[in-house]
């Protein structure tokens, strides 16, 4: 049977506000999910950059190989490169094992692509260079099939022509934040048809498929595309073969 805790990251991107909870209570809440990674060998925990620092101490405590992960310039990646830069650079200093940026989808669709080149190729460089994973997160809901083939496109070739000297399996192309909001519940993130399309088009690449997978099945045909990682905020449920309707 299919190790699928193997691809797996858990996921918990709720800010205090949106949740309800006081920030208390979410660092709990964290470290809840911080430790299931631990006991179930999820392969990596997704999380807010305000939370690096506590729960990189909390791995190293246990002496885990369950990867850190966090978000950058989450969820809209309207930032400036800069401000990227600056998110990135403490992300890395406070121990973050892998960076979940945001592209700027909306300059992409808005026909700036330097913008987009310059980001993707500044920001991956400074995480390779760290040893760090990337992952580039296109929203795909937001985009049309032939925006999700050009961006997935875009992001290979600055690998291929920028960055080759870096294993570029350590570089994905994401499909969603989980946060796009869609009208009538369609699809937000990681469809069949959308996986397709990115797997297809981001070779040699690594794919991550995140938003809307929501049970066993869906994760183990998102592996048998092509997927190396799975993005969700229901692993346990997932890896019981419970069913969820979590959106990301």
Wanted: aromatic fraction near 6%.
């Amino acid at each position: 049977m299919m190790n699928l805790a193997n691809y797996l990251d858990s996921t918990y991107l709720k800010t205090p506000k949106q949740s309800g909870l006081s920030d208390s209570e979410t660092l709990v809440k964290i470290r809840e999910l911080v430790q299931e990674a631990i006991d179930n060998n999820f392969y990596a925990v997704m999380i807010r950059p305000d939370y690096i620092g506590s729960l990189r101490m909390m791995l190293d405590e246990k002496q885990s190989t369950v990867k850190l992960g966090t978000v950058i310039d989450f969820p809209l990646g309207e930032n400036s490169v800069s401000a990227k830069l600056s998110e990135a650079r403490k992300a890395i200093v406070g121990g973050a094992d892998e960076l979940d940026f945001v592209i700027d989808y909306k300059a992409f669709k808005a026909g700036k692509i330097d913008k987009v080149q310059e980001e993707v190729e500044v920001c991956t460089l400074i995480a390779l260079k760290s040893g760090k994973i990337v992952k580039w997160i296109i929203e795909t809901a937001a985009l049309t099939d032939a925006e999700i083939i050009a961006i997935t496109q875009l992001i290979r070739d600055v690998g291929l022509n920028k960055l080759a000297h870096f294993p570029l399996q350590n570089i994905f192309v994401k499909s969603s934040t989980g946060f796009y909001e869609t009208p009538e519940n369609v699809p937000n993130g990681a469809t069949p048809h959308v996986i397709r399309l990115m797997v297809e088009n981001a070779g040699p690449l690594s794919v991550k498929a995140s938003g809307g997978v929501r049970n066993r099945e869906e994760a183990e045909a998102m592996i048998q595309l092509g997927v190396k990682r799975i993005g969700t905020s229901s692993a346990l449920r997932i890896i019981q073969g419970e069913k969820t309707d979590s959106n990301y």
